[in-house]
């Protein structure tokens, strides 16, 4: 799991964004929309996001398709120390 996070959150050019998606979604579950509006980011680069984020397994839907609201897995949250030292890591100057 280690591996994946640090390769979805800081090894590819999308990875600010996914954190920042991973982020607010631990803050409360939300739905695309909610998230392109909190995040000013457009809506298919959400979706983009949280696309790669669940086919890592570290966030999953809850709910009907277009209304789904999006959460981090359980296995997420058993690494949340990682995602921490990983995002630190990207605020960083």
Same mark, same amino acid.
Do not use: E, F, H, K
């Given at each position: 799991m280690e591996a994946a996070l640090w390769y979805v959150l800081s090894g590819t050019r999308g990875g600010p964004n996914r954190a920042r998606v991973l982020r607010a979604v631990d803050e409360r579950p939300r739905n695309p $929309?909610? +998230?392109a509006e909190a995040l000013d980011l457009n809506y298919d680069t959400v979706r983009h996001h949280l696309d790669v984020l669940a086919d890592n397994d570290i966030v999953h !839907?809850?709910?009907?398709? *277009?209304? !789904?609201? *999006? +959460?981090?897995?359980?296995? !997420?949250? $058993? $690494?949340?120390?990682?995602v921490e030292e990983i995002i630190e890591g990207l605020e960083q100057p």
């Open positions: $929309n909610q +998230l !839907a809850s709910g009907d398709d *277009y209304g !789904a609201v *999006y +959460l981090p897995t359980d296995r !997420a949250r $058993n $690494n949340w120390d990682v």
